[in-house]
């Protein structure tokens, strides 16, 4: 089955399409046909496209809004100048996989589409006001543009942690908050932290039950989970994605008393100040120069930059404060799992993070983890350490192309 996975962003459409089956899935032998991204829609778009391993092709083209570059996604996916195997019209199309940010207590799992549930995702506006009214614009315009015969899937990136216990995801303030209006942990980059537990547990050939790690996600945006029993138990994001681990503009965890005095200081707005906390800290506000990891490695070691140096030390010792602090609450993990852009690429940070876990038994391989190719996958800790670590690229679209798959021929064969 061709399952076309889709993450609408505000101004951004990524897409894979991927073939998947229940054989493929059981061989792990999904194909990733085709992929690319559409940045900047609404205005002159830049449009990448890459089918297999081919030379990607680029163009520059006014694209109006979501639906307009779905229908050049589609365009160009079915064209003979993309050349996919069995992919000639879009009847060859026959799932659709939607990223969605926020599902709220309501979505525990992946959830095929319908009437209720793009209303269920409206709700949940309130909870992601950046994040799913691009989501709900990508769902509307698949399903206007595929009509009602193609089924499509949200896939959210709340739910793996809808396992968390109450001990894990209520804040210390009165219980009656959570009651009225929900504020409680409910987690982001979910799908990651699930494929990271997924490919671990398929790399060492465990059974779920056996899998008890920590992953930490480190790209833009950061979270670390607490994974016990193949099941998510904790996690660094809470009730919006700005808490927890310093990222590339995001505070992370910050005393609250923070925004009153800042308030009082400078004279900002509640919305100014959360502006600050979610754009313009982090890595960049500290550095007073990037958000990029890359380009704050290059200051400190080209230019001996303090504050490039202060920014990835606070980076990396707030990382290993939730390894330690996971570690813990999960009753001793197997392993810590590096993903994300800087978890896949950087041996220096992953080195600088592990350099202060030997208290729990984790001893790098300095060979092994700067040997790591872009791309790769293995292990970066020495045979003999009690604590492993790991190096594994994220693929949330595959787990969103294989649970579009399983809800569509769940639907069409209930045995
Ligand atoms: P997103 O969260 O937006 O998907 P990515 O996962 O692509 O972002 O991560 C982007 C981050 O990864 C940037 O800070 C970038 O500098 C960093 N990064 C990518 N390659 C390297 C590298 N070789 N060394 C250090 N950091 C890197």
């Keep these: 089955m061709n399952i076309l996975v889709l993450n609408a962003g505000s101004s951004s459409l990524k897409f894979q399409v991927i073939a998947t089956d229940h054989k493929a899935i059981d061989a792990d032998a999904d194909v990733c046909l085709a992929r690319g991204v559409v940045e900047r829609v609404g205005s002159l778009a830049l449009v990448t496209f890459q089918a297999g391993d081919r030379a990607p092709h680029k163009e520059e083209v006014p694209l109006r809004d979501a639906r307009a570059a779905l229908e050049r996604v589609v365009r160009w996916v079915i064209s003979p100048e993309a050349g996919i195997a069995g992919v000639r019209s879009a009847a060859d199309i026959h799932a659709v996989g939607h990223r969605v940010v926020h599902g709220g207590e309501r979505f525990q799992a992946s959830t095929l589409i319908d009437g209720a549930v793009v209303a269920g995702i409206e709700d ?204 813990a609450e999960i009753g001793g993990a197997q392993a810590v799992v590096f993903s994300g852009g800087i978890g896949e690429n950087s041996a220096e940070i992953r080195a600088r993070v592990c350099a202060g876990l030997d208290c729990l038994g984790l001893r790098l391989d300095e060979r092994r983890n700067s040997a790591l190719k872009r791309g790769q996958a293995g292990l970066i800790s020495t045979p003999a350490s009690r604590l492993k670590a790991y190096v594994i690229p994220t693929d949330e679209e595959l787990l969103i192309a294989r649970d579009a798959y399983r809800a569509v021929a769940g639907r069409r064969s209930p045995a």
């Design 124 to 327: 949940c506006v309130e909870l992601a006001p950046l994040h799913n009214p691009a989501n709900l614009k990508g769902i509307r315009a698949a399903r206007e543009l595929f009509g009602p015969g193609v089924p499509q899937v949200a896939v959210f990136d709340t739910a793996f942690h809808a396992t968390m216990p109450e001990a894990a995801y209520l804040y210390g303030i009165p219980y009656h908050f959570y009651r009225r209006y929900k504020i409680r942990r409910y987690g982001f980059h979910g799908t990651s932290h699930r494929y990271l537990a997924y490919r671990y547990r398929r790399m060492l050939g465990l059974s779920k039950e056996k899998v008890n790690i920590v992953t930490l996600h480190l790209g833009n945006g950061c979270s670390a989970c607490a994974i016990k029993a193949g099941q998510s138990v904790n996690t660094s994001m809470g009730f919006t994605p700005l808490e927890g681990m310093i990222m590339g503009t995001r505070a992370g965890d910050v005393d609250a008393s923070v925004v009153e005095y800042l308030s009082l200081k400078e004279g900002l707005s509640l919305h100014e100040i959360m502006t600050i906390l979610n754009k313009e800290s982090g890595l960049l506000g500290l550095s007073g120069m990037t958000s990029d990891m890359r380009e704050l490695l290059a200051e400190e070691k080209e230019n001996g930059d303090r504050r490039a140096r202060l920014a990835v030390d606070i980076f990396c010792a707030r990382a290993r404060r939730y390894v330690a602090a996971y570690f």
